[in-house]
């Protein structure tokens, strides 16, 4: 198997920090711009920022996203909304403007505290003509309250004269060239600046308030620029060499999806008013994130690296978790980026959710309750597609309709345009989510939520199954054809066998669960069995369906993808080494589809979810069958924290390690070169995973928790909460303990 | 034949106006704001600027568009670029801020005189808290100096208290929602203020430079904003009652097209610098203005309606002629609109073209210069279809290359696409080039350029003919199967007639033309044979094709479209009415390719282009037969003046005078509802040819020229000039001396 190699140019521009809570970058190269700007990434779960400077750099993908902010420009799916930017502050020194694009820069020095948000730069800066300053640039979205953010600027000039600060609040964000903001009104009131705007298809008005202050130094002129659309405030004051000026821009931000359009600007400027002052606000933001912390934090001890890299995905999580907003979920990139249009993939209910399932179960509740609440939408694209039930879309945006974008240009030839299948013809996504569901459930005992909720996304999406399911008469036997599964390098395949287990295991659940609900809330099972024409002759079709579905496993116990799929063209993966590109970009799309390389481990995946249908022993041989044939370092970033998991549960410690570090490293050392479209998110959701399920062997069951730790060499310790029926769980797992 | 009816709406709102010189508005109604944005476009051949308004308004289509400056975005075709806005101009009465949106509208009148390009707007506007002012907008760009653009504001204000003026300079234009503009630098130099942008795809560097003052009233205030990508001046005056204000905004334009892109800032800032304050250079554009008019003027006496939209079609062509650049081309929707992104079709040759040809050969000489130039790239797409020579594309932008879009969203269907066959299969356009070049050529009599640059048009584009050609050994004839004729509304036709005899008409005319510059410029001859390798054998070749291409006329005279046309379903159009919408939109797609309903009249548009070739009785036939086939009230917006054309010639002079208004009053009264898209520039040219070909019958010959005036009724003098072998001839009807 390749081994793990960061690349090395990231590795040592993001270097290591003696504080293992601290994410650094010690130089600035712009050839790394994106990747950094999505590193240093903050947030709140209302909204986040990346970690573009307040200056503004030529090649800068500059953005803040909110949850729930969407909006459809023409010709275009839905997507995420690039918010007006909070962040403008140019500081002028003695007439000349900073900027990394002209003068020198001295020093540089950016740092990210993932104790408390705090998003912290100092550079030593000579201009053109010669004046000098440290200055120190800081941040934070406070987790105490979603809607305030803060930006602060230390000045300290090395000559006297002039120190010039323009703060402002810009509307023209645009996302990669589409506009989605239309200006409506700005002004000033009772000291505080405003602005206002609209997404120009979902309508959706936004108020952004900002308060600024200085501190040293003597003010000689404090202007309102009244621009449309950037309005700005500034300030000059008078420096002496040595002594410090302190700039304070505080910004306040709603929407029309927190307060009525009509109120959102007196909202957001009375919060602004009101907001504390910066020490205030930022002791109010640690006590929060301390509180998180606690909950949430993994102690990886004897491995420095992978401690800072764990924490640096769990801040990941945590900073787009919406703990105050139901109607959201979050993206397969986060809100760090441009990539896939902020649109929801299964990434969470598979990879994300049981972090929060299991640390924090208010969050996995909302966003369990986005799904809920689009089940409408669901059931729409069932009936489109001929069938009954639920069916969950692909990608999912504000309205729960899918939003797969069906074609792309192909880049070699105008008339040409490449399908993209999944939004058609993939449908695990429904029994994913439903898997969440119980998963919830279990772990919380949360039966009032269940009952209200859940239990409804459980039987309307095994109703979809069984109507999906196609009857074969000679095989006597169920099969699901023409289908995707999670391995994207082969579509329009049939019996993928993670598709079909997935829907036998939706159908078995949603027997019990319906079992269960006559037993424990009977008015709610009446009113379920009606609404949804539970009758006896559908529930007889699904016990059919779940008896008759075609699951095959080979005598040696392999379990073939696919139909087929033994009698593609073997791959050996060690031969193509080095490769920077895919196995389907190698081999192209037509030539992947012949060949048994896959993007993910469909099988392990499945063994993973249901591990307790299997035998160890068909486990092992699966991922010694299918880990060769997987394409481990370009392929998804879904599948190396799950081929980490089972290498753990078959006692492959070392495999299981590097499986692990392609996880944990996949963002911070860009693993795949395309960390500047955002975070994956599904990686650092599985990073906890592969931790907890896999080197500690978290089990659950009735009769409570046990633990099986396999620690890579190294580890002397590792430990972690979590919650139970609402009963916080400690793992402390110490190498002389390990069994 | 159904009678033409213009939008009674719009022409209300567009009233008539003693003056046969001007356009007017008298109410304000948002319901026709992209419309009248349109209407009121002002240019100067270099640029162009939409009627939008200095203040903004939120539904707005608000543009300014260049000659020549194209961007790419990402998954766009190129598109001419909206650049940046040199309008913004906010007045504050007493602190409040003028806006059609809010407060009262007491009056409202707007007025283009089209003599000068002068667009005026005149409002009595009334505060929400009371305070009121009679404003006065005025703007021009200036004729006599395309880089000079000109506004200036009025305020008479019946009130006393500051009125305060806000001018601007605006980068974040968009084209509909997607951005091509980066902003790269601004600021102050020698009291002129200045911005700096850049397109993101193509590298043009766009400066503005913004000179303003005010005379009345006494200054209280006057400050640069200096906010990014919107650098402002802001100035105050104390108003009295009664007494006048003016503000004065010139603005000079340069691009890295005119100047290297490191002098783009310096330039535009010394010519704002030393450009003529506004009643100068207004005096200098009008002087510009008459010696335009003076050439190119249609006196139509006795139908007040249709002299005023004569001159403004006339108004129309001549703000977007490029006088001073032979690398750019007329878009179908001139500099007017977003409407097919400022993309050129043989609307340029065979509708506008003629009017410059005839009236400012210069200008027609410019615009043949760019297909010249792109030679190449018509030699590459000819290629890339396997073929020779040179194949023009359909839709052209900067670099010649084919730009049509291949498929645009169903917006039933999210997974479906209608694919454009335009850009792939339509071939009559590389014809409709060689007839243009053959027409300058024989109208100016202009040998020089012919010999350097006209003839390897037409030679080239003839090989391309002869080597795209189709042999039918059984039927011995030359075919061209699976083409789109002009008329749109069928594709994936055989043996289109315009197609088959313009094909043959390129190649004869190649064979004369070569033969000509054997015996005028044997050297030129020599160098075109050997590079062109028109060697005896593919001169034999195009022998072959001109003698056996299948072109057949039926016993009864009628030319049919294209092969099978007899045979589709029959159509009789005035069942159809009452209808607002086309044909196309009535059957659908594929209905309309089953039926005899066309977009417009493909083979009188042929007769009229090579009248000489056949005998009137065919022309007559034709015309019988196709009339009442064709959708002229919502299929093409090239038909009509054609068809006004061949009924003048066939003495049908009340439908030619139907079908000429159809055409003159395509955009002043929005006949197809999609002028806010841009100026039908085809249809301008059209109805100058309808004039001058039909009604005027003008005819060149050899030895002269020749009239055979039919003048509608009511029109008692039809005069107009053009220049034949450089001198001016003038034409001069008079109802009583028609024969």
């Keep these: ?76 799916n839905t997507e995420l909304v690039n918010m007006p930017d909070w962040l403008p502050l140019s500081v002028c020194l003695d007439r000349e403007r900073f900027s990394l694009e002209r003068g020198t820069l001295e020093k540089y020095r950016r740092t990210l505290d993932l104790r408390n948000g705090l998003l912290s730069r100092t550079v030593l800066w000579q ?41 402002a609040l810009d509307g023209h964000s645009d996302n990669l060239g589409v506009v989605h903001l239309r200006w409506i009104d700005q002004g000033e009131r009772d000291g505080v600046v405003y602005l206002r705007t609209r997404t120009r298809q979902s309508q959706i008005d936004i108020a952004y308030a900002m308060r600024v202050e200085t501190h040293g130094g003597r003010e000689t002129k404090h202007d309102f620029w009244d621009v449309d659309d ?9 420096a002496r060499p040595g002594e410090e000026i302190v700039f304070d821009k505080q910004v306040s931000v709603f929407t029309s999806r927190d307060v009525p359009a009509e109120h959102v600007v007196s909202t957001a400027v009375h919060h602004s008013n009101a907001a504390p002052h910066w020490q205030e606000a930022l002791e109010q933001n ?54 896939y249009h902020g649109h929801t993939f299964w990434d969470t209910e598979i990879f994300m959710l049981p972090f929060f399932t299991y640390t924090a179960p208010p969050v996995a509740r909302n966003l369990l309750d986005y799904r809920y609440a689009r089940l409408d939408a669901a059931r729409a694209k069932a009936r489109a597609n001929g069938c009954e039930g639920a069916q969950f879309p692909w990608e999912s945006a504000d309205t729960g309709e899918e939003v797969t974008p069906p074609w792309y240009p192909d880049p070699s030839n105008r008339t040409k345009l490449i399908r993209i299948w999944t939004g058609d013809i993939e449908i695990h996504i429904s029994a994913d989510v439903a898997y969440a569901v119980r998963q919830y459930w279990q772990v919380t005992g949360d039966d009032e939520w269940f009952i209200d909720r859940g239990a409804e996304v459980i039987l309307d999406t095994g109703k979809f199954y069984a109507s999906r399911a196609e009857w074969d008469p000679d095989r006597q036997r169920y099969e699901y054809n023409d289908v995707i599964g999670p391995d994207e390098y082969h579509d329009h395949v049939n019996n993928n066998a993670y598709t079909n287990k997935m829907a036998q295991w939706n159908l078995q659940t949603a027997l019990e669960v319906l079992e269960w609900l006559r037993a424990e809330a009977p008015a709610k099972a009446e009113e379920l069995t009606q609404r949804l024409d539970l009758s006896p002759e559908r529930l007889a079709l699904w016990r059919d369906v779940i008896e008759k579905i075609y699951f095959p496993i080979t005598p040696s116990g392999v379990i073939e993808q696919f139909d087929g799929y033994f009698k593609l063209k073997p791959v050996f993966m060690a031969a193509l080494e080095p490769r920077d590109m895919s196995t389907q970009q190698l081999f192209g799309y037509e030539g992947s589809q012949e060949r048994q390389a896959i993007k993910q481990p469909d099988v392990l995946m499945l063994l993973y979810l249901l591990r307790d249908q299997f035998d160890p022993e068909i486990i092992r041989i699966n991922y010694e069958f299918y880990a060769p044939r997987t394409d481990h370092t370009y392929g998804s970033s879904l599948g190396p924290a799950i081929s980490s998991i089972i290498a753990c549960w078959i006692g492959k410690n ?57 620690l890579p060499d190294g580890w002397s310790r590792l430990a972690f909460r979590f919650f139970r029926y609402g009963e916080e769980q400690q793992v402390n797992v110490n190498r002389e303990r390990q069994d």
């Design 654 to 710: 070392g495999e299981a390690y590097e499986h692990f570090k392609r996880a944990e490293f996949a963002d911070l050392c860009d693993v795949r070169g395309n960390a500047g479209d955002g975070i994956h998110g599904a990686s650092a959701g599985g990073a906890w995973q592969a931790v907890v399920f896999g080197f500690a062997g978290l089990r659950l069951t009735p009769e409570g928790c046990t633990t099986h730790a396999c």
């Design 286 to 339: 640690n006590t929060a994130w301390a509180n998180e912390w606690k909950r949430s934090d993994v102690e990886l001890e004897g491995d420095d690296e992978s401690q800072r890299a764990m924490r640096f995905n769990l801040f990941q999580l945590l900073i787009v978790a919406p703990r105050h907003d139901s109607r959201v979920n979050i993206g397969a990139k986060t809100l760090s980026g441009f990539g």
């Design 1 to 76: 198997m390749q081994s793990f190699r960061p690349r090395s140019t990231t590795l040592t521009n993001t270097s290591i920090n003696p504080n293992l809570w601290t994410i650094e970058e010690v130089s600035f190269d712009p050839q790394y711009l994106h990747h950094q700007e999505t590193i240093f990434t903050i947030g709140n779960g209302y909204i986040a920022t990346r970690g573009a400077f307040e200056e503004g750099y030529h090649t800068e993908r500059r953005a803040t996203f909110a949850h729930g902010v969407f909006d459809a420009a023409r010709n275009y």
């Design 127 to 167: 201009s053109p003509n010669g004046r000098c300053a440290t200055m120190v640039f800081e941040r934070f979205v406070s987790l105490a309250d979603p809607h305030a953010l803060y930006l602060r600027c230390h000045v300290i000039p090395e000559f006297a004269g002039p120190v010039e600060f323009r703060a």
């Design 230 to 238: 950037r309005p700005s405030v500034c300030i000059q004051v008078d």
